[in-house]
């Protein structure tokens, strides 16, 4: 297997960690903490989910970056293509630079995220809420974006 390929294949991976991980939080484990039964220890269960499923988006984060740009690399774009007008005047360039928005804009999130899941998070659950739905519909725009840049569309 060659670096491009395995490349590709850890983002990917990471990538279905990072997304497969938020659906599963938003379709499972909220809904069962919501549950009757279990309501009142829902704070305690977050407290001892929470830095195993931080620490697992943690590495698929970062991950993704990394590969990220090893792939930039591996296609020729190093930076003085991205300082170039040409790149971002092309199709590909603009679809590159939806991306890298959308990308940014998860990583605001993710951080705006830790500082409050760390600070108080039963007071500012709601909002902590908000920013993983964020998170979570920019994550599967990035995933399109990603799509159309490997098709080369």
Known sequence: MNGYILCI?????????????????????????????????????MGVMGPKFRAVGMLSLAALIVTGVIQLGYRGIGWSEIRSAALWSSDWGRTLAHKLSLVALVVAATIAHEFITRGDPVRYRRAASWIGRLMMIASVAILYFAVRLSRGL
């Not at 983002?11 to 009757?36: D, N």
């Open 9 to 45: 294949w850890l983002h990917v991976l990471a990538a279905c960690v990072w997304i497969g991980s938020m659906v599963f939080f938003a379709a499972v484990v909220v809904p069962t903490l919501r549950h009757h039964a279990i309501r009142s220890s829902a704070a305690t269960l």
